[in-house]
């Protein structure tokens, strides 16, 4: 039942049912595979994407083109990274419409506008320590895209800042977080230990940790990403905990000492498992510690990783092997703690101990040689963190030399699949692998 | 070349939606074997405006949009297939009058082979990025209906359309639509 084929009708039918209970039709475009012949026209549907560009947003582009003669692949897929993508189209990028997901947290009553001062809340006191901070997260609440202009209308309108669906959020874990943290803290109080701490926690926890020690350490958060519904790293929690530490982060800021040595904080979950560019987008990102140097010259000897629990307490993050050999290498001595070695001095208490005991908590400086115990110590936790030293390891993400130059980085790392047009590079939009709202590979029809 | 697929069926009572069948069987007939651009847009066009004037009707539907080649292409032939074996439709006719007495459904059937990366992919994406809660919303389904009028059929290198039934004496039951190979259709909100 195949028709003539005939170039002033490209479409031909070449199935055809016409049956009591079914009538349908296929039609084919054999043309479209002659990729020859497309050629011509595409440059010239280029011209006019390159004119509709120039003239017109993006809505309006789309529009020209599928009015116009539209073949072959006039779009291509690049990668680029989220942040930059988020910057510039917003924070949910690909994804308007698509909520953020709080589960298992308690939502608290809170005033959006006063996320405008997070950053500066939030933000190191120690002018010293001030360029090693990362505001990136803090900002995103209010941002608003550079370039949303160009986006489809829907896209604009369906756009809220990122404010808008945040809301302030605490958790037991992150409440046990900033009680150890107190506890750490009691323990450097009057000492000049030289020290500097490198928190590493999953991102809520690392704030409610960074929030226990406020008073003693300027905390300098390093969360270097925007959250999206999307994201690999659920950036959203860790600045819901921000959001809900902001009053305590400013005024144990405004009361601390301007000596207060720092705290580097960081969101464990920065390298989270990436597996699908249509299900998850790649917020992901390397953590940027200071040189060795800058801290040598904050007068800093000591490193202290604070990890989560025992398990962690022997190898860093891959991220940051290059810079704990660089360290190590400089002379600065680095040892890791556990943070769950504090524990309640007193069943029920609120007061965390090292050891979870008052007979070991001065213990600390027993284990971390680094100031004179504040007391004695009858008993001694098993820590796996205080003979910690960097080992060299080559992965994904580290030289295993120490080098401080360029790192490795995985493909792809931190990158979002998306379509620009060929011919003016305009992105066009987020690549999905699909849609819809059934998967017909679950069952249904027998064909294909 | 590589391809992505939207497809996209309905199913309505034949009675809560009078001239609908009639509508769509004419349209399909008079789809001429050989087409041009223009026409097939026009068709494509002419039926979403029939079927968005029965949006409220539909009961249960289905979409779906794929931009991974292989999937794309297997499942175009899979919803082609669906049509040449006369899978969804009845094995005989069940009589007696379709707009009368017990509910008899309709089925609107259209698939589109498109060339991956091109505008008219680009606008389809645009429109199917729906979020999970709406997949089955009616909304969703005007969305998609109100937006095949800016396919260009250049980019297209097939399509599919099927109407079930073709006489109205052949309509599907309730019974027939609770088989397992209808189960791809979900309830629209």
Known sequence: MTQPHDSSTPFTRDALVDKPGIHGARWWHQALEDRGAQVARRTAIRGMLLAAAAIAGFGTLLAVCANSLDTGPDAKEVRKTALQLQREFGWNFGAVGEALVFDGTRALPYKPASLVTLATDAAPKSAAHQPFYLRTLFEAPYARPTLIATLPAEEIQGFQPLFTALRPMVTPAMETAYLRAQGLAALFADKDAKVALVVDLPGPEAVAFAAGLAHAFDPVMLFDNWPHPRGVVRAHHTLAAAAYYQPLLASAGAERAPSAPPAFVLDRDRLATYIDDAKQFDNRYAAKLPPAAALKALGVLHVLYVVPTGAEARMEKDDINDDFLAYAAAGLEVRSLPANLFAPMHAGDETYAYGGSPDSQHAFFLDYPWAPPGGTATLRPGNLGKDYTPRARRTSFSTGTGATGNRPRPTGFGTVPIMVAVGTGAVLGARHSRSGSWNRSSGGWGGG | ?189
Not at chain 2, 105 to 124: C, E, H, K, N, R
Not at chain 2, 147 to 171: C, E, H, M
Request: proline share 7%.
């Open chain 2, 1 to 189: 070349m590589k391809h992505s697929i939207l497809a996209f069926e309905v199913c309505a009572r034949m009675d809560q939606t009078p001239g609908l069948h009639a509508a769509l069987m004419g349209r399909l007939r008079a789809h001429p074997p050989n087409a041009s651009f223009q026409q097939k847009w026009q068709y494509h066009a002419e039926t979403s405006a029939t079927l968005l004037a029965h949006l409220g009707a539909f009961e249960l539907g289905c979409w779906d949009y794929f931009d991974d080649d292989t999937r794309a292409q297997a499942d175009f032939k899979m919803w082609v297939n669906g049509m040449l074996s006369e899978e969804g439709a009845r094995p005989g006719p069940l009589g007696g009058d379709p707009y009368r007495g017990e509910p008899r459904y309709l089925t609107y059937t259209m698939a589109f082979l498109m060339a991956q990366g091109s505008p008219t992919d680009m606008i389809v994406r645009q429109v199917c990025n729906i979020p999970e809660p709406h997949l089955w919303a009616r909304a969703s389904f005007q969305r998609i209906l109100s937006n095949i009028n800016q396919l260009s059929f250049s980019s297209i290198k097939g399509d599919v359309a099927y109407v079930i039934p073709r006489d109205p004496t052949w309509a599907l039951t309730q019974q027939d639509l609770r088989e397992p190979k209808f189960h791809y259709l979900r309830r629209i909100t």
